[in-house]
Every structure is written in structure tokens, then in C-alpha cells.
């Protein structure tokens, strides 16, 4: 049976370990085992915690808490936590040759949350440096590759992270994102990334405190499964002064029971603000129509993001400077050119500038939040291209159109981070080459139970989720 294990939902494990049909121990073993066979050909978690692990799963098989019921009480599974997070005791690198031999004494508030919540860390994901890019590649690990074609990319930051779960060497692992960084990854690699609203999950200790823009969330190869994960990093903090109370009723509910939307808001380009490569248009359109098999009402339509790309743009760079200014003037010959150009560009703002970009992002959060009065749900292609060459470390140029700068080819996914909605990504298809396409769906403010329960309904039209977990498969061309 263990052999098997990995092809479980998480909720499936879940509900196994909950009543003692499998060991905490058993299961880190079949994840061990997974890992084993699979990562040689993808490097997804190039650090790994075992025996931390099964020393966890004997902790937990002793205090007998696995017929726990509470919401999010995961009862001994293991998961990967992305390399930008601490976990006490194991190598934490941030994807940054500055930090390769790092190993914190203690983890960081996320990680306390899960593994007070019956998870086990069996293994740090690999991200890019300092988590900035969407192709996971850095000076200390190298290239993490995607389970659907090795040759090609997995996304990133969180790319570690999504080809762990695609690969079924863990259920669960978590992510980060910015500006794309669960949803790129999740879109590539054929699973699911959710970015909550900013507080929904506590983090500390940070640089930057009361920063909105960036946010850790759940991945995972299901609707439900991330669901479950929500419910177990939800919570908050007193280090965390933005943090939100757990909600009434618990996630899960909400796939469990889901409420259909009823009017669905279908924009293939945030209204002309990206461009988007024909087949990933032609599969995306495609996957939204079928939100209508559920009753609702699908209509083209998005709310005016025409500023969002500026105000983003000055915003991250202000966040850069704050968080990892001083790193990177101390060792601007030991990061990447793009790192330290990140910097300079938030250096060149003027206070000025800060606060017009505060003043339109509040003008962009009221017009979104009012579109969400007429709308129960906007949904858009996750990402604008898929998966590419691993080698090519970003996308320049789309359907002609000619980007500025590394970042900009992912505008669709951070232009919703600036509303601060929460916003998913979930498998929608694949092209004619077999690379997976995902379809982001963004739900009204604070509004992650609605969006898990349109996300569930419409995962379970697509039925793509049953084809996970995957072997790895090399390029055949």
C-alpha cells in the first residue's frame, strides 16, 4: 500500500491518517520513496528534511492526536515549504548564493501554523533568487524542470513547490507570490495556486510588516485539497499586524457544499492591457464558456485596470528597496544584474511617486471592488504563454508585442495582485504539444470561499485533476 500513497488526494491521506489506517511515519516514507524516483530528472526539492521529518511522524504518532477534527488538521502529512521560508534546523537558502549554507534556528510563522496543524516538512522547494522571476532557476541548485516536459520551464518563484505536488512527491506544498508566483507555477504545471487576500495568512518575521502586496498560499493538485491547506495556514498573529481572524466557517465548506456563481465576467486580455500566444487565448476561452454549464451567465467583461501595470510597477520597486536594499548594496557583485536593477529602480522613486501610485491603487481597489456588485466572479488566462524553454529565462516578446523589462510578460497575474483580490489559478487544458494551460479566477474582496466554490464546481467539469500525479516526461522532440 505504501507504493501507492502517493497518488492520493491529500484529503484522501487526510482522512486516512485520521483514522489510523496509515502512520504519519508511512507516509513520509512513501513521499521519501517518491522523491527517490522522481527528482533526479526534475530537482524540485534539492534540500531535504527526512529525518526531521520521521522524527516529526514519531512525535505525533505518540501524542495520538491523528482522530483530531478540527478544520485544517492535516494529522501527519508531509509537505514541501518553498526555499524562502525558515524551517528550524534545515538549510534556507532564499535561492541566493549570499545564504547557501544558512540554517535557521527557528521557522518562520507559516511553517509554526502548518506543523502545529499536523504537517510534516519533509523538504524546501527550490525558488529563484530571493523569489524574484517566474522560471525557478538560481546560483545555488539550478534548474528546477517541469514534470510535463523536462525541457521546459515549471514557472516560478513557487516552482519548486508546484512540480513536488504535480509529481506526487508531496500532497500539499506552499508558495509565495507577488506577482505571479503561485499562479505561474500552478498554470505550468497543471495543479492548483491559490493567492489569498493579503493577512489571510499570518507572516513573520519580515523586513516589511504591513507590505500588502505580497502573500504566502496553499498548492496543491485539487480545488479541495487547497482548500484544506487554507483552513491549516489561515489565522492570526500578533507579529503579523495585517493578519486576519480565522473565518466562521471553515474553508472546506465551501467545495464541499459550493454555491454556483451566477453571473461570470470572461476577459481574455484584462481589457487590451496584455497580449496573450493564439492557443493559450483559443484554450482559455474555450474552458471560461463552460462556467455557463453550471447556469451561469458568462459575459466579456473586466474592470479598468488601464493603470494597473504603473502602479504595480512603482510599488514593487519601493518594496524592493525595503526588504532587500541593504543585502543587495552590500553584495551587488554577488546577485543577478536583474536583482540589482530591481534596486535602482526603487531608489529612483520620489515620494511623489509613492504616493500617486497609493492614491490610483486606491481608485483601482473601489472600481474593482464595485465591478464584484454586478459580478460573482472575473476570469482570465493565468498566464500568457505556455510553458517554454527552460533555458530562455524570461519571455521578451508576444504576439509582436515587445516587453520592457523581465517581469512585464506576467502583467495578467500582477495587476490583480494590485486590487489585493484573491485570485487562483486552475487547470483549464492543454495545448497541442501537451503543455498544460491554466485559467485564473478572481473572486471579490476577502472573498476566498466563493472562489473555492466556483473553482471546485468548474475543476469538476474539466476533470483534469484525475491526471495527477504524473511521471516525469522527457522532451521528445
Known amino acids: 500500500m505504501t507504493d501507492e500513497l502517493f497518488k492520493l488526494?491529500?484529503?484522501?491521506?487526510?482522512?486516512?491518517?485520521?483514522?489510523?489506517?496509515v502512520s504519519p511515519l508511512e507516509m513520509v516514507d512513501a513521499a521519501a520513496a517518491r522523491i527517490e524516483a522522481t527528482d533526479g530528472n526534475l530537482n524540485a526539492l534539492p534540500t531535504l528534511c527526512v529525518d526531521r521529518a520521521r522524527d516529526h511522524a514519531k512525535r505525533l504518532t505518540k501524542k495520538g492526536g491523528n482522530n483530531e477534527t478540527k478544520p485544517g488538521w492535516l494529522g501527519g502529512l508531509p509537505i514541501a515549504v518553498k526555499d524562502l521560508n525558515d524551517v528550524a534546523g534545515v538549510r534556507t537558502t532564499y535561492g541566493s548564493p549570499l545564504f547557501a549554507e544558512h540554517v535557521p534556528e527557528q521557522s518562520d510563522i507559516m511553517v509554526e501554523t502548518l506543523e502545529a496543524n499536523g504537517a510534516i516538512v519533509i523538504g524546501k522547494s527550490n525558488t529563484?533568487?530571493?523569489?524574484?522571476?517566474?522560471?525557478?532557476?538560481n546560483e545555488v541548485f539550478g534548474e528546477t524542470l517541469n514534470p510535463w516536459n523536462t525541457a521546459m520551464t515549471c514557472g516560478g518563484s513557487s516552482?519548486?513547490?508546484?512540480?513536488?505536488?504535480?509529481?506526487?512527491?508531496?500532497w500539499l506544498a506552499t508558495g509565495s507570490d507577488l506577482g505571479c508566483s503561485l499562479r505561474t507555477p500552478a498554470a505550468f504545471c497543471s495543479i492548483v495556486g491559490l493567492r489569498p487576500?493579503?493577512?489571510?495568512?499570518?507572516?513573520?518575521?519580515?523586513?516589511?510588516p504591513f507590505d500588502n502586496l505580497w502573500v504566502q498560499g496553499p498548492m496543491a493538485r485539487n480545488v479541495g485539497d487547497v482548500a484544506m491547506m487554507l483552513d491549516a495556514m489561515s489565522g492570526d498573529h500578533p507579529a503579523d499586524p495585517i493578519s486576519l481572524a480565522v473565518p466562521s466557517q471553515p474553508f472546506v465548506n465551501a467545495v464541499d457544499s459550493p454555491k454556483a456563481p451566477k453571473r461570470i465576467a470572461y476577459s481574455p486580455d484584462l481589457g487590451g492591457l496584455v497580449p496573450v500566444a493564439r492557443e493559450v487565448?483559443?484554450?482559455?476561452?474555450?474552458?471560461?464558456?463552460?462556467?455557463?454549464?453550471?447556469?451561469?451567465?458568462?459575459?466579456?467583461?473586466?474592470p479598468d485596470l488601464s493603470d494597473a501595470r504603473d502602479i504595480f510597477h512603482v510599488l514593487r520597486a519601493n518594496q524592493f528597496v525595503g526588504d532587500l536594499g541593504e543585502i543587495i548594496s552590500e553584495n551587488r557583485d554577488k546577485v543577478r544584474k536583474e536583482v540589482v536593477w530591481n534596486l535602482e529602480q526603487g531608489i529612483k522613486l520620489s515620494a511623489g511617486d509613492l504616493a500617486e501610485a497609493e492614491r490610483k491603487r486606491g481608485a483601482l481597489y473601489a472600481r474593482a471592488a464595485e465591478f464584484f456588485?454586478?459580478?460573482?466572479?472575473?476570469?482570465?488566462p493565468a498566464t500568457i504563454v505556455a510553458p517554454f524553454d527552460v533555458k530562455n529565462r524570461a519571455i521578451n516578446e508576444v504576439e509582436g508585442h515587445t516587453f520592457e523589462n523581465y517581469f512585464d510578460w506576467y502583467t495578467i497575474s500582477y495587476a490583480i495582485t494590485a486590487t489585493s483580490l484573491p485570485a487562483m489559478s486552475v487547470p483549464c487544458g492543454f495545448t497541442e504539444a501537451g503543455l498544460p494551460v491554466g485559467?485564473?479566477?478572481?473572486?471579490?474582496?476577502?472573498?476566498e470561499a466563493p472562489l473555492l466554490a466556483a473553482a471546485k464546481l468548474f475543476e469538476d467539469l474539466m476533470g483534469i485533476s484525475q491526471s495527477l500525479p504524473i511521471d516525469p516526461k522527457k522532451d521528445s522532440a
Open 128 to 137: 529563484p533568487e530571493f523569489g524574484h522571476g517566474a522560471n525557478t532557476f
Open 9 to 21: 488526494t491529500a484529503r484522501e491521506a487526510v482522512d486516512l491518517l485520521r483514522t489510523g489506517k
Open 197 to 208: 487576500s493579503p493577512g489571510r495568512i499570518a507572516r513573520a518575521p519580515a523586513r516589511l
Open 159 to 170: 516552482g519548486g513547490s508546484a512540480v513536488a505536488v504535480a509529481s506526487g512527491q508531496t
Open 439 to 447: 485559467l485564473q479566477l478572481v473572486g471579490p474582496p476577502r472573498g
Open 373 to 380: 456588485e454586478t459580478y460573482d466572479l472575473l476570469v482570465t
Open 281 to 302: 487565448a483559443e484554450v482559455c476561452a474555450a474552458a471560461a464558456e463552460r462556467f455557463s454549464e453550471l447556469g451561469a451567465t458568462v459575459e466579456e467583461a473586466c
